[in-house]
């Protein structure tokens, strides 16, 4: 199998180049070129339709990135934009907020076992930063020990630029799946600890994603418990993918509060942090949290019609079961090819990862990836991919044969 022709990218280049001579970077952090396969990627994006996106140079793709994930139902959803038109058309940036707040806070607690209160806010960075204030606010204590990627805020971001050291001190990182660091952390941080932070299936950034192990997220509760600290899932991908209730429900293990955000309304931006009446309550008067665009209205109604379509229509079931037979074809795909890569992921989020100890490794995946895009597979070497409701038999089918093929050129151009 020999790779296909470029695609014709001219627009999207020539666009990126006028942005970098007026935003830093061009395009901010993870859209950069440089995380797909520079010069073989889209930039920009002219629209999309059910599981696919179309790029300003004309180019359709399966998208199975889902824009990182808010894209639960699919892009243009009708039903979701009317109810939206609706509310711009009595207005919906106010000095008070409008009762769709409670409406939408008490379909919260109805669905998610931690949730006894919450707050909506807008982003996922939003979210974890509203959690970790609470907690630090209920417990008088500094640090948190997290596991995972909670966004862009000082307290948590990776890269250390323009972040104060004394604010990095206070994050303690430690690696999922593992107790004993964990309570090794908590131990030489007893007096301080504030808080664990954890993203319930876990996902480290380009690793495999991996359901809960058998009684790790027990155990993670129970030294939560042991130690007196507060334990935040931070649920902004698993929540409404994983489950309605979101990956508490399905593991059954109930953290102290609860992040959640992108597929909670389809693209539109709001998140929301919820959880223990006890513990929410610092935020009645003991921290300050607030946003002007926090009770804009526009969101939360597109909220509560992406849970109307995803409880109708049981969205999440029918995302899983398709999620589960294509991890079964992809992992026969994948283990009959010579190519040292592993397939790993729940139904919902799949994902490939290519043997890191391969001494063609960055050629092999690079190889790869820049042949699934050529043939219209828009996925993304460094983070898992989605599974949304509109991608259909057919676009999942191929898909799978563009994932095929493309291992068939890396076995041609650098045979194992
Ligand atoms: C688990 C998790 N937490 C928090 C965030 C931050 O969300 P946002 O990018 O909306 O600020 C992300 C974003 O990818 C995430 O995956």
């Given amino acids: ?15 990126f180049e006028e942005a970098k001579q007026i935003s830093p970077g061009g395009v901010m952090g993870i859209r950069r070129p440089y995380n797909f396969v520079e010069g073989e990627y889209p930039v920009y ?5 059910a599981g696919h996106i179309i790029d300003v140079d004309g180019n359709d793709y399966i998208d199975m990135l889902c824009a990182y994930g808010p894209i639960i139902l699919g892009y243009h959803e009708p039903e979701i934009n009317r109810a939206v038109i609706e509310q711009m058309e009595k207005g919906f940036c106010f000095s008070l907020v409008q ?8 379909r919260l607690i109805d669905l998610i076992p931690s949730a006894e209160m919450g707050l909506l806010v807008k982003t996922g960075s939003d979210a974890t930063g509203v959690a970790v204030r609470i907690a630090r606010g209920y417990s008088g204590k500094d640090k948190i020990l997290r596991c995972g990627y909670h966004g862009w805020m000082d307290w948590c971001v990776e890269v250390p630029g323009g972040v104060p050291q004394k604010v990095r001190e206070l994050t303690l990182d430690f690696p999922y799946g593992d107790l004993e660091t964990l309570e090794k952390l908590l131990q030489e941080n007893k007096d301080e600890a504030a808080c664990i932070i954890i ?8 690793q495999p994603v991996s359901a809960p192990p058998q009684g790790y997220l027990e155990g993670v509760r ?5 130690y007196e600290v507060v334990l935040i899932f931070d649920e902004i991908r698993s929540g409404f993918r994983v489950a309605m209730g979101g990956a508490q429900e399905r593991y059954g293990v109930t953290p102290d509060l609860t992040t959640i955000g992108k597929a909670m309304a389809n693209g539109y931006p709001i ?28 969101e939360m109604v597109a909220a509560m019609k992406c849970l109307d379509i995803l409880e109708r229509e049981n969205v999440i079931d029918a995302v899983w079961e398709r999620g589960e037979k294509f991890l ?16 790993s992921g729940i139904p919902p989020m799949p994902f490939i990862t290519f043997d890191k100890a391969d001494e063609h490794y960055k ?13 219209g597979l828009f996925v993304q070497p460094y983070h898992h991919w989605y599974i949304s409701y509109r991608h259909t038999a057919e676009d999942l089918e191929n898909a799978l044969q563009v994932i095929a093929e493309a291992l068939q050129v890396v076995e041609n151009d650098y045979p194992v």
Avoid: W
């Fill in 328 to 343: 079964e074809q992809l992992k026969k795909i994948v283990g009959q090819s010579k190519v040292p890569a592993t397939v």
């Fill in 1 to 15: 199998m020999k790779s296909t022709p470029k695609l014709n990218l001219e627009k999207s280049l020539a666009l």
């Fill in 271 to 298: 998140s929301a942090c919820v959880g223990k009446a006890e513990i929410m309550k610092v935020a009645e008067d003991d921290v300050f949290i607030s946003s002007t665009f926090f009770p804009n209205s526009l």
């Fill in 99 to 106: 009762p769709v707040q409670n409406e939408l806070i008490k």
């Fill in 199 to 206: 993203t319930p299936v876990g996902h480290p950034l380009g």
């Fill in 363 to 375: 050629n092999r995946r690079i190889c790869f990836y820049t042949n699934t895009i050529r043939r």
């Fill in 45 to 49: 994006i002219n629209r999309g339709y």
């Fill in 222 to 226: 129970s030294l939560a418990d042991q």
